[in-house]
């Protein structure tokens, strides 16, 4: 069946095709004929946001809270500009969202029009894919290949910039479109020969570790990892990306890798002979300096991108597919073989590093609240249901640390781009996608004074998250690295000095929220109760915490992941220890 109709009304049409209930953005000249279609759709719901950055990293948030596509829409020039910070956000984190920007009409493409910005081109490093359609026949194609792109293979990021012109001209609309997408082909399936390798390699093994990344999450596949974890009596540590991929409770889990991960996970990595890496892409901020990294280990690195593979770190055996089927095919190989590796000591290493070197920290004398204290209450109260969204630094690391994660995909952050702003838009999108869930924003006052004006939308829209910010008064980041690597000299990172503004409280009230604080240790619960008792408007927590409250372990940037750090100037004694 085709029908005539404008190019706006076929990318709404198109929009209704695909299974989209909800579009993140804000209307402008470009983009503005689509909004009238869509103004009469009854399956799109549009909400309007305060600033691009949110509508981008609220379709974010949807997307990883569900498991969909989200969408986020923008005019052209600064509209589409404002985009790119998540539009980069989400194509390091491997998150799938199809941006639709309005573009000049073509003929004056190329001319320094009127809100014109070549977002094609500025986003082609950062996208997966993206077009720019000039011929209104075209845009439900490209609707269609745009979130089959989106989707499929390693998830990522599009670009659909489309020229008014192509908007407000008549095509015939059909559905469904044929994709034309001929060298768009990714490989899911594992090659057999390089599985039964893998399967080699673990049989032989004496201290092999399962390094878990954000791509099983994405696969779907943390049944399967629970078995093959279990099969194999394997440790296992979780990446930022990954947390709750694996249960924080299992006893073979070792915890989150890295920079400011805990012993346990770093020394695993670090002595082991042998690194099963599945969906993850040896990140600097795991492998610390480059050379020193895992110097005893063979590695099995299995992606769905091929460009991932020995891109960091040599691959011994190379595996390109899809996370679940490859575990799947792991588990089988290894049941076939019947050979299983006995880790007796190398557990009796591991356990005597998690016991020796738990997760700490320090209470302060005057009283003043621990950061770190407000995320443990969090996760006792609020509970592994939930879903945490953290902006970025120290808040984001504590999250990472001292919230129990026991579901797949309940922590949602940013973490490749590291993006500043992230949390609140964030939250709003994972709550819309999954409004019966609760979701807490954990956000530092800084990153929460970028995006804040979002709870507005939230207000309005009757989006009731809850936002745990942990003022410091300070970049908090920042003021670490100041602490530790320029001799206290704290330029440019104070945010509230000569006195406290703004009052998160009284903002939050401002926006139509309800504004609540906390500053001492023995009111924490109490308040975390009452926001969850509020559940008609959202909630702003302004928790009042030391300003001198650090984030350990650490290792520095740049250096060896021996070096690593459980406090100023303590280093756990396990560099010297015999092979």
């Known amino acids: 069946m085709t029908e005539r109709m404008t190019g706006a009304q076929a990318l709404v049409r198109a929009l209704e095709h695909v299974g989209v209930d909800t579009v993140f953005g804000i ?6 004929p689509a909004y009238d279609p869509l103004y009469d759709s009854t399956k799109v719901r549009h909400v309007l946001v305060r600033h691009e950055q949110g509508a981008g990293h609220a379709a974010e948030g949807y997307a990883q809270a569900t498991g969909k596509v989200g969408v986020c829409m923008a005019t052209s020039g600064p509209g589409a500009t404002n985009l790119v910070t998540p539009i980069a956000d989400a194509f390091m984190d491997s998150v799938p969202i199809v941006a639709i920007t309005g573009q000049v009409a073509s ?11 070549d977002i094609s081109g500025i986003t082609m490093p950062i996208t997966k894919h993206n077009f720019l359609v000039t011929d209104a026949g075209d845009i439900a194609r490209t609707i269609m290949e745009a979130f089959h792109i989106a989707s499929t293979g390693r998830p990522g990021p599009v670009l659909v910039d489309i020229s008014k012109d192509a908007l407000q001209a008549e095509t015939t609309f059909s559905w469904p479109p044929t994709m034309q997408l001929p060298g768009y082909r990714p490989v899911t399936r594992p090659h057999s020969k390089q599985i039964r390798e893998a399967a080699k390699l673990i049989a032989e093994s004496k201290r092999p570790v399962l390094y878990v990344g954000g791509g099983v999450h994405k696969a779907r596949a943390s049944e399967e990892l629970l078995r093959l974890a279990e099969l ?19 006893p073979q889990h070792m915890g989150m890798p890295g920079m400011h991960g805990s012993v346990s996970a770093v020394g695993a990595l670090q002595k082991s002979d042998l690194i099963i890496g599945l ?13 020193s990294f895992a110097p005893y280990a063979k590695v099995v690195h299995a992606d769905i991108d091929p460009a991932e593979i020995s891109k960091n770190r040599h691959a011994d055996v ?11 095919d792991l588990v089988a190989a290894i049941e076939a073989s019947g050979q299983k590796g006995d880790y007796a000591d190398w557990w009796t290493v591991l356990n005597g590093y998690k016991e020796t070197y738990p997760l700490g920290y320090e209470e302060f004398a005057d009283g003043s609240l621990a950061p770190q204290y407000v995320m443990e209450r969090l996760s006792a109260i609020v509970g592994p249901e939930a ?3 953290a902006g970025v630094g120290q808040h984001q690391m504590w999250a990472s640390q001292f919230i129990g994660y026991e579901k797949p995909g309940t922590f949602i952050n940013s973490g490749g781009a590291g993006t500043m702003g992230f949390a609140v838009p964030a939250a709003m999108g994972a709550k819309m996608g999954r409004p019966d869930a609760t979701v807490w924003a954990i956000d530092g006052d800084g990153c929460f004074q970028m995006t804040n004006q979002e709870l507005a939308t939230c207000a309005l829209e009757g989006v009731p998250i809850k936002i745990a910010v942990i003022n410091n008064g300070n970049l908090g980041m920042v003021r670490q690295w100041q602490t530790l690597f320029y001799d206290q000299r704290y330029s440019n990172t104070n945010l509230q000095a000569p006195r406290r503004i703004p009052d998160f409280v009284k903002l939050a009230e401002a926006y139509g929220c309800v ?13 975390i109760a009452k926001a969850m008792e509020i559940n008609d408007v959202p909630v702003v927590v302004d928790f009042v915490v030391h300003q001198d409250a650090m984030v350990w372990p650490m290792v520095a940037a740049g250096t060896s992941n021996d070096d690593i750090k459980i406090a100023r100037d303590m280093a756990p004694r396990w560099e010297n220890e015999d092979e």
């Open 27 to 32: 209307p402008g000249g470009a983009i503005l």
């Open 107 to 117: 003929p004056m493409i190329g001319t320094d029009a009127f809100q014109e910005a």
């Open 232 to 250: 194999t009596n394997i440790p296992v540590i979780t990446t930022l990306m990954a947390r709750g991929t694996f249960p924080d409770s299992h």
């Open 279 to 291: 969906g993850v892409r040896f990140d600097d901020r795991v492998t610390g300096h480059l050379p």
């Open 318 to 328: 190379p595996i390109v597919g899809d996370c679940k089927e490859v575990i799947s």
């Open 387 to 389: 879903f945490y969204v």
């Open 515 to 527: 504004g609540l604080r906390c500053e001492r240790p023995e009111d924490v619960d109490a308040v």
